[in-house]
């Protein structure tokens, strides 16, 4: 009689109740891999899982951007073998349905992720399809492996937003994502780069990175903007934030989506001003074949990654840490299993 293998994960049992225990270990199928999870960044989308604003269904294992060690291969595996180091996309897109078909696969008519959909990677393994791991350089750490996936979403933010060299640009929030997206809008062209956030430490990494000048939110003043700006960038999610951000947009100027907000959240505008100045608003949802691109970035030292670490916690910890209020001036906290 065969005994069960379990694991330790964080498991998310219903909008903001989450434990740490034992459950089963995920067997690799044919053409899947069980890989051993090393870091594990968390992300907004994981505060959302927990309080109950996402479409995930409970109880899951919460965790999409990772790395780790190949522990185990599945039947037909061929290109990979345990112990190579590894992170993956966990987009699961069908790849059959007209939007798959159409380059359009993060809007999947069977659209699922790891972590959001099914289990994900705050736990001791994970399963994942062949099709979506990639090896990781030797050079690359665990800690900048785990941060491939949020660059992908960066990356399709960028594709979307289409920059042009020269473009002024201001950005609201300047966490981790925004921090991320600051360094490839300074890389993309954009000439002045504001950065708007309520965290002054926040602000001084901006402008380490790239930023060409740093404002705390309250300071904010339209009139000091009055031609407003080729792009408005929100990576905030905040509601009435969102709607005052749009006194920033110039004539034919952009507004990118980024963060985001509770699916029931709304925010006015003016209908007027949008035919009247040309504007153009955009969405970025996840990733969309963006995660070879975000990797090679990484892998090439173009996104410094290493000073958004605030600090490594453990499996433990990070149930405390998705219940409590958010640090303003924490960047990006990664779970170290």
């Not at 998310?12 to 891999?33: D, T």
Request: proline share 6%.
């Amino acid at each position: 009689m065969k005994t069960m293998r379990t694991m330790k994960a964080l498991v998310v049992e219903k909008p903001h109740h989450a434990v740490v225990k034992e459950i089963p270990y995920p067997v690799p199928g044919a053409g899947e891999v069980t890989i051993k999870v090393e870091n594990v960044g968390i992300c907004g989308t994981d505060f959302h899982i927990f309080e109950g604003e996402f479409i995930s269904p409970y109880p899951i294992v919460p965790g999409h951007e990772f790395s780790g060690v190949i522990h185990e291969v599945g039947e037909g595996v061929k290109t990979f073998r345990p112990g190579d180091r590894v992170t993956a996309d966990p987009s699961l897109f069908c790849g059959a349905c007209e939007y798959c078909l159409t380059h359009r696969g993060n809007h999947c008519a069977n659209w699922g992720a790891l972590g959001n959909t099914v289990d994900g990677s705050m736990a001791e393994y994970v399963k994942v399809p062949i099709r979506n791991v990639v090896k990781i350089p030797e050079s690359m750490s665990f800690e900048e492996a785990a941060f491939v996936e949020p660059m992908a979403c960066v990356v399709h933010g960028m594709n979307r937003l289409a920059l042009k060299a020269g473009d002024r640009v201001i950005l609201f929030g300047a966490g981790a994502m925004g921090l991320q997206l600051v360094q490839s809008l300074a890389r993309a062209g954009a000439s002045e780069l504001v950065v708007v956030d309520v965290s002054r430490r926040k602000l001084d990494m901006a402008l380490e990175l790239g930023a060409t000048k740093g404002v705390l939110s309250g300071e904010l003043r339209k009139e000091d903007y009055s031609g407003g700006f080729d792009a408005v960038v929100d990576v905030t999610g905040i509601p009435a934030v969102i709607e005052k951000e749009f006194d920033y947009v110039g004539p034919a100027g952009k507004f990118l989506q980024f963060g985001v907000t509770p699916p029931n959240a709304e925010i006015r505008i003016s209908p007027f001003k949008l035919y009247q100045k040309d504007w153009t608003l955009i969405g970025s949802m996840a990733i969309n074949h963006t995660f070879l691109p975000a990797l090679n970035w990484v892998k090439e030292g173009r996104i410094r990654l290493q000073p958004l670490i605030s600090k490594t916690i453990g499996l433990e910890e990070a149930v405390e840490f998705l219940a409590k209020p958010k640090d303003p001036d924490l960047f990006k906290v990664q779970i170290k299993l």
